[in-house]
C-alpha cells in the first residue's frame, strides 16, 4: 500500500513541469477583482444579443473588459493588452470578434479563443473572465 503511494506521489511530481507555470513574460496585468453585470436590454448593449458583436465596457478590469456573443456563447476578456505594458495605447479596441490595441504594433487578438492573430507569435493570450446569462443579464466575474 505504501509503495502504491510513493509511485502515485512520483508520478504527480513527474507530471508538473516547468512548462506548467505561466510564462514570465506575461506579467502586465494585474489580477482585479470583477463583477459587472450587464443588462442587455439597455442602449449601450444593444448590438450584444446578436452573434459576430462585441462591446467595450469601461472601469473593469484593467483596461476595461470587452464582452462578445459568438452566437453560441458570450465571452469577456480584458480589454488591456497583455503584451504590453498598461497605457493608453495598450487598451484593445473591438471590431466584430477581433480587437486590436492602439499601440504602433497594432497587436489582434481573436475575442474567442483570446489568442494572437496574424503573422504574429505572442507569447500571452487575452486575460478571460467567466460569464454566466440569467434572462437579460450577463454577469461577469473572476
Request: aromatic content about 10%; overall charge neutral; glycine content about 8%.
Amino acid at each position: 500500500m505504501k509503495s502504491i503511494f510513493l509511485f502515485a506521489s512520483f508520478l504527480i511530481l513527474v507530471s508538473c513541469s516547468k512548462n506548467s507555470v505561466n510564462n514570465p513574460n506575461c506579467n502586465f496585468l494585474l489580477d482585479i477583482g470583477v463583477n459587472v453585470n450587464i443588462n442587455l436590454s439597455l442602449p449601450q448593449y444593444s448590438q450584444l444579443p446578436f452573434p459576430g458583436n462585441s462591446v467595450y465596457v469601461q472601469n473593469a478590469g484593467n483596461g476595461g473588459i470587452i464582452v462578445a456573443n459568438t452566437g453560441a456563447d458570450f465571452f469577456a476578456w480584458d480589454a488591456s493588452d497583455p503584451n504590453h505594458i498598461p497605457s493608453a495605447c495598450s487598451v484593445l479596441v473591438p471590431k466584430g470578434l477581433n480587437a486590436t490595441c492602439g499601440c504602433q504594433d497594432k497587436n489582434e487578438y481573436s475575442l474567442v479563443t483570446g489568442q494572437s492573430l496574424g503573422d504574429k507569435n505572442l507569447p500571452c493570450a487575452l486575460k478571460n473572465y467567466r460569464v454566466e446569462k440569467n434572462g437579460d443579464n450577463l454577469l461577469i466575474f473572476n
